[in-house]
Nanobody, 124 residues
């Protein structure tokens, strides 16, 4: 069964950077898309970025566009989320999720596999 493990979260000052990783296991092909979601305290889990399989297309929520970059290393079966210019509004639990297929979406209903999440706190 496909499993996901996030890492890389932590406490960072405003304006700082973090890189999150999502390690994928339990699948022998690279025919899956990955999404990153963020859940701020008291709020719903929102899609912030995703990356497809195959030709590798990406999507970003407006709130992170220009600051976050998603990438994947198929050989390592790992997807990264580079987060720059972080601000307190970026605080939350970050989850990666997977769906079999080539296309990626920012809607959580499209994903059937989820990691346990990693906490990101942006504070001075």
């Amino acid at each position: 069964q496909l499993q996901l493990v996030e890492s890389g979260g932590g406490l960072v000052q405003p304006g700082g950077s973090l890189r999150l990783s999502c390690a994928v296991s339990g699948i022998t092909s690279n025919y899956y898309a990955i999404g990153w979601f963020r859940q701020a305290p008291g709020k719903e889990r929102d899609g912030i970025s995703c990356i497809s399989s195959g030709r590798v297309s990406t999507r970003y929520a407006d709130s992170v566009k220009g600051r976050f970059t998603i990438s994947r290393d198929s050989a390592k079966r790992t997807v990264y989320l580079q987060m720059n210019s972080l601000n307190p509004e970026d605080t939350g639990v970050y989850y990666c999720a997977a769906r079999t297929g080539s296309s990626c979406y920012l809607s959580r209903s499209e994903y059937g596999y989820w990691g346990q999440g990693t906490q990101v706190t942006v504070s001075s």
